[in-house]
C-alpha cells in the first residue's frame, strides 16, 4: 500500500487517523492507491499498536420496552456521526451476558450499557481488560465507570402530586421487574409523596414492561381493588393498562381512573392514547453518553463521573 501510493508506512497510517496531520498531496495519493487496491485499515491490527478502534459495545436492554428500541436508533446513529462503529448486543438474562463476554474478545474502546441489562460479572471483566463502561439509566460507583439516569423517583413524584391536585386518593401503582433499581425508584416516588398526604398506595404489580403486562396488572388490580389514580413504571404498560380500562371495563378516563406512564415514547403522543406521562430526556440521556465517552477516552484514568437529567411531566388528556 506505501509502495504504491509513494509514501512511508507511517504516512498511510496518518491518512486514515482521523485529527493526524498530513500533508495534502500525500493524503490524496493514499486515497487514490486505497481506493484502486480496494484497501480498507484494519481495526483489530491497529489495536495491537494501542490505537483506537472505533468499536463500542452495546447492550440495549429490554425489547418488551419501546424505550430502550428508540433509544437504541438514536444512539446508534449519534455514534456513526462520531465515527464509532458499534457492536449491538439484544435480548434479556444470562444470553445477554454471554453474548458480551464474547463480544469483550474484540478491542472495544468502551461499553455502552443500558439499564439492568448485565450484572456484576460483566462489569468485573470489562475492569479486568481495561474496557471502559457507560450506564445509562442506572448508577454504580466503580472506577472507570461513567453513568447517566434520569431522576426516577422525582418524576412519578411528580406525576403523583399532580394527580393529588387533582383529588386523586386511591392510588395504584405498576411497575417493571421486581429487583430493578429503576422500578423500585419509580415505586418509591409514589409511595414517598403519599406518605406525605397520610396516604398508601393501595396495589402494586410488578411486570416486564410490556403493553401486554400492563394490561394483565390492571386487571388484577381492579379484581381486588378500587382506585381512581394509576402510576406506572414506563410507557407501554400504561397504555396496556389504558387499552384495558377502556374496552373491558365501565370506568372512564380520566373521569373515572387518571393514567400516568413513564418514559414519553413516540406513541405516548399519538391520538389514541394521548397519554399523560414523564419524559425521560432520550436527546439529553444520548448527548450525555456521547460526552462521557469522549471525555473517558481522552482521560482514561479520570474519576468515574455520574450525570444526573432532570424529568418533566407532560400533559394530555389521561390525568
Known amino acids: 500500500m506505501a509502495e504504491a501510493a509513494g509514501v512511508s508506512r507511517s504516512a498511510v497510517s496518518r491518512a486514515f487517523t482521523p485529527g493526524a ?30 490505537a483506537r478502534t472505533n468499536l463500542v459495545g452495546v ?36 444470553d445477554t451476558e454471554q453474548d458480551v463476554f464474547s463480544v469483550l474478545h474484540y478491542p472495544l474502546d468502551a461499553l455502552i450499557v443500558r439499564g439492568g441489562s448485565v450484572g456484576p460479572a460483566v462489569i468485573e ?23 447517566v439516569y434520569t431522576g426516577n423517583h422525582r418524576g412519578t413524584e411528580l406525576a403523583t402530586d399532580m394527580l393529588l391536585k387533582k383529588g386523586r386518593r386511591k392510588f395504584a401503582f405498576i411497575g417493571g421487574p421486581a429487583g430493578w433499581n429503576s422500578a423500585q425508584e419509580r415505586q418509591t416516588g409514589v409511595s414517598d409523596r403519599l406518605v406525605q398526604e397520610g396516604l398508601d398506595l393501595l396495589a402494586v404489580r410488578n411486570a416486564d414492561y410490556s403493553f401486554e403486562g400492563g394490561a394483565e396488572a390492571i386487571a388484577s388490580i381492579l379484581a381486588e381493588t378500587e382506585i381512581d389514580a394509576l402510576v406506572c413504571g414506563n410507557d407501554a404498560m400504561a397504555m396496556g393498562a389504558l387499552s384495558y380500562l377502556r374496552h373491558q371495563t365501565d370506568l372512564d378516563v ?52 455520574i450525570s444526573r437529567l432532570e424529568p418533566e411531566l407532560v400533559l394530555r388528556s389521561t390525568h
Open 59 to 94: 447492550v440495549s436492554g429490554k425489547r418488551s420496552n419501546p424505550y430502550d428500541g428508540e433509544w437504541i436508533v438514536r444512539l446508534v446513529a449519534e455514534l456513526n456521526a462520531a465515527d464509532k462503529w458499534p457492536i449491538v448486543l439484544g435480548g434479556n438474562g444470562a
Open 21 to 50: 496531520y498530513l500533508d495534502a498531496d500525500k493524503k490524496e495519493r493514499v486515497l487514490a492507491a486505497a481506493f484502486k487496491l480496494g484497501y480498507r485499515p484494519n481495526a483489530l491490527a491497529a489495536s495491537l499498536q494501542g
Open 125 to 147: 471483566n470489562c475492569s479486568k481488560l481495561n474496557i471502559p463502561v457507560i450506564l445509562s439509566g442506572r448508577v454504580l460507583e466503580a472506577p472507570r465507570i461513567d453513568c
Open 254 to 305: 380520566p373521569e373515572d381512573v387518571s393514567v400516568v406512564g413513564f418514559d414519553d415514547i413516540a406513541m405516548a403522543a399519538w391520538p389514541d392514547f394521548d397519554l399523560t406521562t414523564v419524559r425521560n430526556p432520550q436527546d439529553a440521556t444520548v448527548f450525555e453518553i456521547l460526552r462521557l465517552l469522549e471525555s473517558r477516552l481522552s482521560n482514561p484514568d479520570k474519576p468515574g463521573e
